[in-house]
């Protein structure tokens, strides 16, 4: 069982910086894929980003490939994502999910979500 509570979210304006966190509970967290996924208003949940349970390996959506960095920190229990060079059109509300598949993880499908964080970038 993971229980993951994300943090960090906010205003900015555009090409300014957040960095979102994901701590989570439970003693297999570093056993875990883990993700970042973001909805806006009237949209559908879109994929952004995971990460491998080392942190070794990652994969970015286009949209935020050389904006945003993934990390995270397993002793810790904690997942980072550094938003540089924000744009408005990335105002969403920010979910960070966990799975052991990376398939179901990537999907969309993950057996664990956060409550999700605002983040709001003026133009």
């Known amino acids: 069982q993971v229980q993951l509570v994300e943090s960090g979210g906010g205003l900015v304006q555009a090409g300014n910086s957040l960095r979102l966190s994901c701590a989570a509970s439970?003693?297999?967290?570093?056993?875990?894929?883990m993700g970042w996924f973001r909805q806006a208003p009237g949209k559908e949940r879109e994929f952004v980003v995971i990460?491998?349970?080392?942190?070794?390996?990652?994969y970015y959506a286009d949209s935020v490939k050389g904006r945003f960095t993934i990390s995270r920190d397993n002793t810790k229990n904690t997942m980072y994502l550094q938003m540089n060079s924000l744009k408005p059109e990335d105002t969403a509300a920010y979910y960070c999910?966990?799975?052991?598949?990376?398939?179901?993880?990537?999907?969309?499908?993950?057996?664990?979500w956060g409550q999700g964080t605002q983040v709001t970038v003026s133009s």
């Open positions: 999910a966990a799975d052991n598949s990376p398939a179901r993880l990537r999907l969309g499908a993950a057996d664990y």
């Open positions: 990460i491998n349970w080392r942190g070794g390996a990652t």
């Open positions: 439970g003693r297999t967290f570093s056993t875990y894929y």
